[in-house]
C-alpha cells in the first residue's frame, strides 16, 4: 500500500496548506497559559474546524503508516 499517494494524504495536506494560508489569521495560532500551567492552543473561528478535522485524519494516517 503506497500511503503517500493515498487520497487521504493529499486530503492532509491539502488541509494543512489551507489552515496555514487562513485569510483572517494567516496560520498563526495563539497559545494561551491558563493559571494551572496548562496552556491552551487558540486558533481563529475560521481554522478551528480545519485543525480538528486535521487531528482526527492525522492519527488515521499514522495509524495506516505504522501497520503498513
Do not use: W
Amino acid at each position: 500500500m503506497d500511503i503517500d499517494n493515498m487520497t487521504l494524504s493529499k486530503l492532509v495536506k491539502e488541509l494543512k496548506l489551507a489552515a496555514e494560508n487562513c485569510p483572517k489569521c494567516a496560520g498563526t495560532r495563539e497559545t494561551v497559559f491558563t493559571s494551572r500551567g496548562r496552556d491552551n492552543i487558540v486558533n481563529c473561528l475560521e481554522c478551528e474546524p480545519l485543525h480538528n478535522l486535521l487531528a482526527t485524519l492525522e492519527s488515521a494516517l499514522e495509524y495506516l503508516k505504522q501497520g503498513q
